[in-house]
């Protein structure tokens, strides 16, 4: 499965991003997906995550700021981003399956793990 992540920028404290991924097959066969962050020097992390059948988990740094989302339609994974911060600057990952991600929502690993290429998100004053 090839993951097309975008819609990452510069944008100012305060301000709103909205990330898209889109999966080459449907988003709906995919038990789990989740979007990852890694800021400079720092570890890739799980910020968001979902079921297929619209479970959420979100790490406390962003709760209540981000929002993730999915379109059967669109077959898209959208990740809405309010009131960002100075610290949410990093590159963010698109993922679906990994063991991480199914951990986070409380699902069983499949044992499979697809990654998109990152898109870059900067925070600046």
């Known amino acids: 499965v090839q993951l097309q992540a975008s819609g990452g920028g510069l944008v100012q404290i305060g301000g709103s991003l909205r990330l898209a991924c889109s999966p080459s097959?449907?988003?709906?066969?995919?038990?789990?997906m989740g979007w990852y962050r890694q800021g400079p020097g720092n570890s890739r992390d799980l910020v968001a995550a979902?079921?297929?059948?619209?479970?959420?988990y979100y790490a406390d740094s962003v709760k209540g700021r981000f929002t993730i989302s999915g379109d059967n339609e669109e077959n898209t994974m959208y990740l809405q981003m309010n009131n960002l911060k100075p610290e949410d600057t990093g590159v963010y990952y698109c993922?679906?399956?990994?063991?991480?991600?199914?951990?986070?929502?409380?699902?069983?690993?499949?044992?499979?793990?697809?990654w998109g290429k990152g898109t870059q998100v900067t925070v600046s004053s």
């Open positions: 993922n679906a399956e990994s063991a991480t991600t199914a951990r986070a929502l409380g699902r069983t690993w499949t044992g499979l793990d697809y």
């Open positions: 979902r079921t297929e059948g619209g479970r959420t």
């Open positions: 097959r449907g988003i709906r066969s995919l038990t789990v």
